[in-house]
């Protein structure tokens, strides 16, 4: 539950709610950044969760006074790790009063033992990842959750890789199997372009352990 209250500044900022599958909740977010923050999160397997606007916190500027500050989001992992994080663009991060501000809030966190991050378009929006995480969201959104055969989810789940190819050939299509990739568990390096002869991994032989990127 978020903690601090969205002060509506109108024509200022995008903001909106986004539909999380694995929150089961809306998520809010107030720049586009964040959204795209948001599908990061909701894809990568090791995040198990992820909360906007989290809690507030209290840390001391370089002059000694105190501060109030609400970080953008607080995701757990399941190795239980949690990690604690500011969305901002980099073009803001060359102002030193910012530069000031989220030095002393990371100095305030790791005096507590908490691990804090800011995350700028360079890891949001590197590519080939959102380009490629923007092609599993549409072809999900396109095709309806398909039934596979028997036969074939125990050929699928018999081998620990499969080319692209051969999958879309199994499943019918390369829709079924971006859609499969974004919702059944199926991984992929997902920072390296999608070619045939991309290697996919099964959920059943890597035991949930292969993260198909890196944040």
Known sequence: MRVRKIVTRSGKRFRGKFPSRKMKTMIHWESLLELDAIHLFEFH???????????EEFYYDHEGRHRTYFPDFLLVFRSGKRLLVEVKPKALLDNPTLQNKYRAIAKRFADQDRPFRVLTEDEIRKEPLRTNL??????????????????????????????????????GGNQHVYQHIYLDGLRMNLDAPITDCSVVHTQTQMGGQFDPFCI
């Not at 090791?46 to 989290?54: A, F, H, N, R």
């Not at 039934?147 to 620990?160: F, K, L, R």
Request: with cysteine.
């Open 45 to 55: 397997p090791s995040i198990v969760s992820y909360y906007e606007q989290p809690s």
């Open 134 to 171: 923007r092609t599993l969201r549409n072809h999900s959104k396109k095709v309806a959750h398909c039934v596979v055969d028997q036969q074939v989810q125990e050929a699928i789940s018999a081998q620990a890789t499969w080319r692209f190819d051969e999958l879309s050939h199994l499943l």
